[in-house]
């Protein structure tokens, strides 16, 4: 048509719906603490990864979660160790909580009774939490009995030859249905992208709870687990004995190559309890009282390359601590 001309499009209406508790977004945060509320009211940033997605993705430890938030980056070894940088920052043991309480994580922690993982980002986590990483806090909350029957067996396995199979099961019982109980199992054989680094998983949990009367609620849970894995210690920059070996060794270097020793192996136990009560003293207001008490035994050994020189000869520093315990309540 010529400029002067006027076109008349027909009316285009567009309607849609907020999504209500549907695909992997987490609505609800349930870690900072004080109480479940909408993530749209907490006071700072937050991302969750809920237990649909976490199975989804056949994520087996928190690393596998984390790598799809843009602000968070793996800290350590991801077969043994799970902390995460935050913003840049390291997190720190006192900014992991299990269901809002504080958790010595020095080892792998399981997500098979994890309803979700939450990430709050900024200073402003520590108004709930306490003194924490200036990146913010890593939150696990647990699965919880279901108000109706859950029966769930998982067989999963990877490129790199791992396998296992993991069960969740959840029912009511009793008068009114007042008593929940929900366990969760798993067994794994774990197998590594680098050569021989392998290991084996034994996992068990079990969470009840109990409404007493229309005021009183009371839970409990335990949980536990057995991870056997090959240290898979490997060269980094530092473990060159100068910049020329570096640039010359790394390029030929595969991720796949282990130089540390086959006898090389970090057992490691893991224990958590808990125990809650909460009490309507109205319909506003929730008397809470929470405990938990987590254990880990393990014994350390480290083996990595040092000194190495441009020919590839280069000496093994050694780290044996054996009967470590790692305990807070």
Partial sequence: PLPNDVVNLDRLVV???????????VGVSK?????????IDTPFSV?????????????RTVLDVTRNDPSTAPAGDPLWFDRVFIRGFYLSVNAVFRDGLGINDQGSIALDNKESVEIAKGL???????IT??????????KRPLAGPLTRVTAFGDGFGGYGASADLSRRFGPDNRFGARVNFAAEEIRSFVDAVEGDRAFASAAFDWRASER?????EAEYQDKTISSARGPSVGSFANAAAAQDLLPRLSPETRITQP????PNEQFYYSARASYALSGSWRFRLAAQRSELVRDQLGLSA????????????????????????
Avoid: C, H, K
């Fill in 216 to 220: 009183l609620y009371l839970e409990v």
């Fill in 263 to 266: 006898w090389a192996v970090e």
């Fill in 133 to 142: 990483s200036p990146g913010g806090s890593l939150t696990y909350v647990l």
């Fill in 15 to 25: 309607t849609d719906t907020v999504m209500d508790g549907q695909g992997y977004r």
């Fill in 47 to 59: 991302s969750g990864f809920s237990s649909d997605f976490i199975q989804d993705i056949q994520a």
């Fill in 306 to 329: 040092a000194g190495i020189q441009a020919d590839g000869t280069y000496n093994i520093q050694y780290f044996f601590s054996p009967d470590q315990e790692r305990n807070n309540s």
């Fill in 31 to 39: 870690g900072g603490g004080f109480r479940a509320q909408p993530v």
């Fill in 124 to 130: 402003i986590a520590s108004t709930r939490q306490g």
